[in-house]
């Protein structure tokens, strides 16, 4: 194992079990791999997704609703200031695109989809989910969406 490997923060490090596919976990993880898809350290981007998550605010409908002004704090509590106004701005339209696209389930994502460059090309819809944030997302996903 390279030592990147080994020191990579995956989802069982922020306490997201995506072994049963459940939806809320699914959506906690690709909001984690927003934060890692910035130019930022893991470490703080690990930190700033245990602060939403100890709010309560990542969930489709939460974020959807979140005031811009309340993530933008809370990023910054996590060490997130780099990038706190346009990831809170990413946020709030990712809740809104999973629940006005998906019903509010991420999970309804890869319905119809025949490849794994289609669900990538699906997930970098989200704002600041470029091809390697997926490319994360998708690696950890393999199991639960068969891709």
């Not at 605010?57 to 997130?80: E, F, I, M, N």
Request: glycine letters at 10%; charged letters at 30%.
């Amino acid at each position: 194992m390279s030592p990147a490997a080994k020191d990579r923060v995956g989802p069982r490090d922020l306490g997201i079990d995506l072994s049963g596919g459940a939806d809320a976990e699914v959506f906690r993880w690709l909001i984690a791999c927003q934060l890692f898809g910035a130019r930022i350290k893991q470490e703080i981007a690990a930190e700033t997704f245990r602060v939403l998550d100890r709010d309560g605010v990542v969930t489709p409908r939460k974020l959807a609703d979140a005031s811009w002004q309340h993530l933008v704090d809370l990023l910054g509590a996590g060490g997130y200031r780099r990038y706190d106004e346009s990831a809170a701005r990413a946020l709030i339209a990712n809740g809104k695109l999973v629940v006005d696209t998906y019903q509010g389930e991420l999970s309804k994502l890869p319905e119809g989809a025949r490849t794994k460059k289609e669900i990538a090309a699906r997930l970098q819809e989200f704002e600041g989910v470029g091809p390697k944030a997926a490319e994360i997302f998708l690696r950890e996903m393999k199991t639960v969406w068969a891709t």
